[in-house]
């Protein structure tokens, strides 16, 4: 793939992330919070967390979505930090955990996740449309 393929890749990824997560922010059927990381005014990481309730564990579950960090600014820290802050956030309002999705292919994701002390014995399952 040419580099200008790539870029174009990229920017049309980012305008439908950006369109993505204006619809659930101004979406009035689900809940969420939309939390990031600014320097000087800029937002270099953001993600999103959705509530699920648990019947199996009679309580809430955060679901982090959406994760972006900029180029620039990965393996600094700045997913990191949010995690750090969405934890706590999450054992204040005493959720029952913390769940997130990755691609299979993301292996540098799925380090990081797994450095942060998250596992799985999950495997989602999607019939999209």
């Given at each position: 793939?040419?580099?200008?393929?790539?870029?174009?890749?990229?920017?049309?990824?980012?305008?439908?992330?950006?369109?993505?997560?204006e619809?659930?922010?101004?979406?009035?059927?689900?809940?969420?919070?939309?939390?990031?990381?600014?320097?000087q005014?800029?937002?270099?990481?953001?993600?999103?967390?959705?509530?699920?309730?648990?019947?199996w564990?009679?309580?809430?579950?955060?679901?982090?979505?959406?994760?972006?960090?900029?180029?620039?600014?990965?393996?600094?820290?700045?997913?990191?930090?949010?995690?750090?802050?969405?934890?706590?956030?999450?054992?204040?309002?005493?959720?029952?955990?913390?769940?997130?999705?990755?691609?299979?292919?993301?292996?540098?994701?799925?380090?990081?996740?797994?450095?942060?002390?998250?596992?799985?014995?999950?495997?989602?399952?999607?019939?999209?449309?």
């Open positions: 793939m040419s580099c200008a393929a790539m870029v174009t890749d990229l920017i049309m990824l980012l305008r439908y992330w950006t369109r993505s997560v619809v659930a922010a101004c979406s009035k059927h689900t809940s969420k919070r939309i939390v990031s990381w600014q320097l005014g800029e937002v270099v990481a953001a993600l999103m967390i959705t509530y699920e309730w648990s019947d564990r009679n309580c809430q579950l955060w679901w982090i979505q959406s994760v972006y960090v900029h180029p620039d600014h990965r393996r600094k820290g700045f997913f990191r930090q949010l995690y750090k802050y969405v934890r706590q956030a999450a054992e204040q309002a005493q959720a029952g955990g913390l769940r997130l999705y990755a691609d299979t292919t993301n292996e540098k994701a799925h380090a990081t996740y797994e450095a942060l002390g998250m596992t799985s014995h999950y495997k989602v399952f999607e019939d999209m449309f």
